[in-house]
């Protein structure tokens, strides 16, 4: 599901709603889960998981294409963990 598949979802099931407005609430949203997450914050949604930012120390890694060793710099990187209820949904139990 993308996010205009997302927005045209909520703006049929709320019918008193303006499109523009349901746009509106869904960017508000995503605008503020990635405010918290480049703060460093965790972001948990109840039953849906948690989101948050893990650091990758600076490491040597290798060029796939040449073999030679190439320096890699450190750097945070998004991480999602499910919660119960979707993980249970998604097992089908």
Same mark, same amino acid.
């Given at each position: 599901?993308? +996010?205009? *598949? /997302?927005?045209?979802?909520? %703006?049929?099931?709320?019918?008193?709603?303006?499109? &523009?407005?349901?746009?509106?609430?869904?960017?508000?949203?995503?605008?503020?889960?990635?405010?918290?997450?480049?703060?460093?914050? +965790?972001? *948990? /949604?109840?039953?849906?998981? %948690?989101?948050?930012?893990?650091?990758?120390?600076? &490491?040597?890694?290798?060029?796939?294409?040449?073999?030679?060793?190439?320096?890699?710099?450190?750097?945070?990187?998004?991480?999602?963990?499910?919660?119960?209820?979707?993980?249970?949904?998604?097992?089908?139990?």
């Amino acid at each position: 599901m993308i +996010r205009s *598949e /997302l927005t045209d979802t909520i %703006a049929e099931q709320n019918p008193h709603l303006y499109q &523009r407005d349901v746009e509106r609430i869904v960017n508000t949203i995503f605008d503020r889960i990635i405010e918290a997450m480049s703060n460093g914050d +965790r972001v *948990e /949604l109840r039953g849906f998981g %948690a989101f948050s930012v893990k650091k990758r120390d600076a &490491r040597l890694g290798r060029n796939p294409r040449t073999g030679e060793a190439v320096q890699v710099e450190e750097k945070h990187v998004p991480f999602f963990k499910t919660g119960k209820l979707l993980r249970e949904r998604l097992n089908g139990k």
